[in-house]
């Protein structure tokens, strides 16, 4: 089993930046697709970001290339989701999961799911 624990979550006003940390425990995530999704009020889980480290694959969402980057330290066993130039419609819960064979955006294929952090991007 994986647990996985968000945090990094807060206001901040349109333009300006934050980083989301997913830490893990349980096992090593190494060999493990770590992705973040996010839910806003109203709307259904969206894929943001994947990474799998032991094939080089990353992969965005369209509306946040160029602004988010997902990465990984993995001594600390710990992903992350910078997230720079934020607007308004980036206002989620945001939750990261993992998989140690799927890689991809369907939600549903991932084992593990942290609880959430909420970011909340002001105009």
């Known amino acids: 089993q994986v647990q996985l624990v968000e945090s990094g979550g807060g206001l901040v006003q349109a333009g300006g930046s934050l980083r989301l940390s997913c830490a893990a425990s349980g096992r090593t995530i190494s060999g493990y697709t770590m992705a973040w999704f996010r839910r806003a009020p109203g709307k259904e889980r969206e894929f943001v970001a994947a990474d799998r480290w032991t094939s080089g694959r990353t992969s965005y969402t369209n509306s946040v290339k160029g602004r988010f980057t997902i990465s990984r330290d993995n001594a600390k066993n710990t992903v992350y989701l910078q997230m720079n130039s934020l607007k308004p419609e980036d206002t989620a819960v945001y939750y990261c999961?993992?998989?140690?064979?799927?890689?991809?955006?369907?939600?549903?294929?991932?084992?593990?799911w942290g609880q959430g952090t909420q970011v909340t991007v002001s105009s």
């Open positions: 999961a993992g998989d140690a064979a799927f890689y991809g955006s369907n939600w549903l294929q991932y084992d593990y």
